[in-house]
């Protein structure tokens, strides 16, 4: 069964390897597993950080503090 937690501790290290698309794929994965899971958007939101897409960065860090 797959779970969002192993799609995003994959997207983590593939973030450290920046291999950020794949990243990104893996914390879509993980939202379309659990839509109100707060880690993958954080995750997102940092991703695009790294990436230099600031405004996604925003809206994604934003939908992560409401989760919680």
């Given at each position: 069964i797959p779970n969002p937690r192993g799609y995003i501790n994959s997207a983590v290290l593939k973030?450290?390897?920046r291999k950020y698309n794949e990243?990104?794929?893996d914390l879509?994965?993980?939202l379309?597993?659990?839509p109100k899971n707060s880690d993958a958007y954080f995750?997102?939101?940092v991703v695009y950080d790294l990436?230099?897409?600031k405004s996604k960065?925003?809206?994604y860090r934003r939908m992560a503090e409401e989760l919680k």
């Open positions: 973030t450290k390897l990243a990104l794929s879509k994965k993980a379309e597993l659990d995750g997102m939101s990436i230099g897409e960065a925003e809206k």
